[in-house]
């Protein structure tokens, strides 16, 4: 069963920064595409940020020019550069592979966005 592992949520301020990662137990890690969802309260999940195998990444419009996806092969770990962080960013965030099928969902990183 794979597991991901994800942490670096909390608590911020309007305009502040965060830095999220997600561990995945799996060795080939490096051949799947990765992305990071986000689910607020009473809302369904939501993707937010995608990085290919080879790097590429692509973002929701309400992210676009805040957040940045990136990559680790070597430490299995995709990560998600939050900044100028807003109240409506507030949300369970969650990474899982591309396509989000048969790996299951890590527990997720709650991040809170208030003053």
């Known amino acids: 069963q794979v597991q991901l592992v994800e942490s670096g949520g909390g608590l911020v301020q309007p305009g502040g920064s965060l830095r999220l990662s997600c561990v995945i137990s799996r060795s080939d890690f490096s051949i799947y595409a990765m992305q990071w969802y986000r689910q607020a309260p009473g809302k369904q999940r939501e993707l937010v940020a995608t990085?290919?195998?080879?790097?590429?990444?692509n973002y929701a419009d309400s992210v676009k020019g805040r957040f940045t996806i990136s990559r680790d092969n070597a430490k299995h770990t995709v990560y998600l550069q939050m900044n100028s962080l807003k109240p409506e960013d507030t949300a369970v965030y969650y990474c899982n592979k591309h396509p989000p099928v048969g790996w299951g969902w890590g527990q997720g990183t709650q991040v809170t966005v208030s003053s």
């Open positions: 990085i290919t195998s080879s790097g590429n990444t």
